[in-house]
Structures are given as C-alpha cells and as structure tokens.
C-alpha cells in the first residue's frame, strides 16, 4: 500500500504525508467536477430558452458567462479550502495541533486550484465555441484522471502523463511550493475563460 501511495502521490517523508498528498489529487479532482458542473449549467440554461430571455433584456452576453464563470471558479477553490480545513481537523493530533496541522496541509491544497481551474477554463471554453459537445469537458477529465493519477502505474510515457495538468500541482505536505508550473496553469485557466467570451459573444445562442 505504501508504494502504491508513493507512486501516486510522489515521494514523502511520511505515509501520512504520501496519503494526504494522494488524498488531495482526489478531492481535487471532486472539485473539478463541481467546477465542471457549475460551469455546464450554461449549457441548461442556453437548452431551456433561459439565456435567450435574459439576453432579450438589457443583460450582456460577458454578464451571463462571467457571473457562471465566477461561481464555477470561486466554488471549486472554496471547496478545496474547506476540504484542507477538515484535512487538518482530522490530523491536527499528528500534527501537533489543528494550527499546526492546517500550516502544513494548506500549500498543498491550494496548489490543486490552478489544474482545477484549468478544467473548469476547458468546460467554459467548449461551452463558448461549441455548446453541442460540452460532454468532451467530462471526456478529459476523464483522461486526466487515467494518465495523471494511474499513469506511472501503467508505466505511461512521461508526455503522455504531463497531459493531466494535476500531475503539475503535486505539492507534498511540508515541503517547497515551487510556483512556476502554477503560474503556468494559471495562466492557462485565464485563457481559457477569455477564449470562452471571446467565442460565446461570437455564436448564435440555441
């Protein structure tokens, strides 16, 4: 069990540290899902005729997917949070108290935020330029969790795994952040949602 976590979640001084490190890829992967979720609810709301009636008012396309947008982003990192704050609570005994346990676990759930965001960015990005495929967001979150979380286990190909942007974010309890990769998927979280505006003001609605 041990060298499984180990090949999952990376190397790490502890089992603990091995498990909760594994723990958090598949919370963040639940929390993609949300985002995906919360960010497809457009793809409801365009079928029922609901976007079409709000846009016949004086409401703007950039409103409607930006004020979807902000609940699918601002949700799953808010459900990260809470998921590193019951993490905490649940070792603050190992840990040496929940203060303890809380500085330690929280760079390592905050950093699954960006690939999360990436994923939710790809939902938004198919709604906006072809909303009759939106099922291809639930397809690479799919494959992400494959390649990402099951890759080294199949031994994959190193390309093939670094497909998954989780693989980018595996932040181990206790140690150094390194920012770049985060900043990268960041960045491309941001594109995507600027893509998904671009293309949704563009399209015809229906």
């Not at 929390?31 to 709301?45: H, N, W």
């Not at 609940?71 to 840990?95: E, F, K, N």
């Not at 990268?184 to 563009?202: G, K, N, P």
Request: net charge neutral; hydrophobic share 55%; with cysteine.
């Amino acid at each position: 069990m041990q060298e499984l976590l180990r090949k999952l979640g990376g190397n790490a001084s502890s089992l603990t540290d091995t498990f909760i490190s594994t723990e958090l890829q598949f919370l963040a992967i639940g929390a993609a899902a949300y985002g995906i979720s919360a960010a497809l609810r457009l793809r409801s709301e365009e079928n029922d005729l609901h976007t079409e009636q709000v846009l016949a008012t004086s409401t703007r396309r950039w409103t409607v997917l930006a004020s979807h947008s902000v609940i699918a982003l601002l949700g799953s990192a808010l459900l990260m949070l809470v998921l590193a704050l019951s993490l905490a609570l649940g070792t603050r005994a190992q840990y040496g108290g929940f203060g303890a346990a809380l500085g330690h676990l929280l760079p390592s759930a905050l950093a699954t935020i960006p690939p999360v965001w990436v994923c939710v960015g790809l939902a938004l990005a198919i709604f906006g330029s072809a909303p009759k495929v939106v099922y291809v967001a639930w397809a690479l979150l799919a494959a992400f969790v494959v390649v990402g979380e099951f890759g080294p286990l199949f031994n994959l190909p190193q390309p093939v795994i670094d497909v998954s942007p989780f693989v980018h974010a595996v932040v181990l309890p206790g140690s150094t952040v390194v920012a770049a990769p985060l900043a990268v998927l960041f960045a491309i979280a941001a594109a995507l949602v600027v893509l998904a505006q671009t293309t949704f003001r563009r399209r015809d609605i229906g």
